[in-house]
């Protein structure tokens, strides 16, 4: 039974599964928190797999982790052999990625990488299946594929449906982005923080680079000449490349004091008029978009519940009228998972649904 990428009545998901046996799955940076729901993900949506290898650095040789209910023992990367193995989903930061990445390509492997060391290259598609998985075949120039920036995943999947009905011209977004886009040391400094200041305690900044808890920091990842931050040039340069060249972005990056799903805010000017009741028919078919839209106390979603979900929730849909043709909404996922380990997930799902790549070994 083959699983229509499109399936969903109701346009609530963009789910790519298949049946069928005998991927050889490697996880590099199992221990992470990326690595950690990529394992889950597999799992959670039956991924047809032969075998699911474990991998992180040689310091993390023997450590444990979950697939489903297997406990994986982490093997290290140096020294594994790629050439039987179909796919790598790669969670180990842009260093380790631009290092080993084009090695385990070159084996044989397509690599599906989470960090930003590919996404700009013209040789590698960036790739968010809601949107633009027909680039996905560009693949097999370096047998490598980019995931996008957390942030970006989810913003494009919800301008997507509303760009082919009435041509973006114009972005401007607000993020709110959880610490877990940080990874367990964000979580962790959050966690001390607020403990610390409920015991009265001293609050220690190690991470970030003023106190999270409690607070906000208008600032992720490095200052760039022109003032904004490189979170904040991510989010523009591959809304370009994912949706369209045309379009321009300007963003703010600011990390809050939440622990799991980044948000937005975005204002949107397009060329065609789009009222806000068309837009909210038009997203509740979407792939990959669950409106939550009611105009009443906690009629809209919060990082909260969009944890662990799947979903790129969009809320608050109205008209901007300082501007012509404009719409406003709110924006909310799970940054570990669509915004990281379920995208990438996605795209191993399409290379198999289109038979872009076959199992290289047979199922023991």
Request: proline residues 4%.
């Amino acid at each position: 039974m083959i699983v229509s990428e499109d399936a969903g009545s109701g346009g609530t998901f963009f789910d790519t599964r298949i049946v069928i046996m005998g991927y050889k799955v490697a996880v590099v940076g199992a221990t992470g928190n990326v690595g950690r729901e990529m394992l889950a993900i597999l799992d959670e949506r039956r991924f047809p797999v032969s075998e699911v290898v474990a991998l992180a650095s040689s310091r993390s040789i023997g450590a444990e982790v979950s697939f489903g209910d297997r406990t994986l023992k982490c093997k290290a990367l140096e020294n594994y052999d790629f050439s039987d193995t179909d796919i790598c989903l790669m969670s180990a930061g842009g260093s380790v990625s631009k290092e080993w990445s084009p090695r385990i390509g070159a084996q044989g492997c397509v690599v599906i990488d989470n960090s930003s060391a590919w996404r700009y290259d013209a040789d590698v598609p960036l790739i968010v299946p809601e949107v633009n998985a027909d680039a996905v075949k560009g693949f097999a120039k370096k047998n490598i594929i980019a995931n996008p920036n957390c942030s970006t995943a989810q913003l494009v999947v919800a301008l997507k449906p509303l760009h082919d009905a009435a041509r973006i011209k114009r972005v401007v977004v607000s993020t709110y982005q959880s610490v877990s886009g940080a990874g367990k040391d964000g979580m962790d400094e959050l966690d001390r923080q607020t403990k610390a200041l409920y015991s009265l305690g001293e609050v220690e900044t190690k991470k970030f680079p003023k106190r999270i808890a409690f607070n906000l920091i208008p600032h992720i990842d490095v200052f760039m000449e022109d003032g904004f931050t490189k979170e904040e040039w991510k989010m523009m340069a591959e809304t370009k490349k994912i949706l369209d060249p045309k379009i321009r972005l300007t963003a703010t990056c600011v990390r809050v004091p939440v622990f799991i799903s980044h948000s937005e805010a975005v204002n949107v000017e397009f060329e065609k008029p789009i009222t806000a009741d068309e837009a909210r028919a038009i997203l509740r078919q979407a792939p990959g978009v669950l409106v939550i839209d009611k105009r009443e106390p906690g009629g809209y979603i919060t990082p909260h519940e969009a944890a662990g979900e799947d979903a790129t929730y969009v809320s608050r849909i109205r008209e901007d009228i300082t501007v012509e043709n404009g719409l406003a909404f709110w924006c909310v996922s799970d940054n570990l998972r669509k915004g990281a380990a379920l995208n990438a997930v996605q795209i191993a799902e399409v290379l198999v649904n289109r038979k872009l790549i076959a199992p290289r070994a047979k199922a023991a």
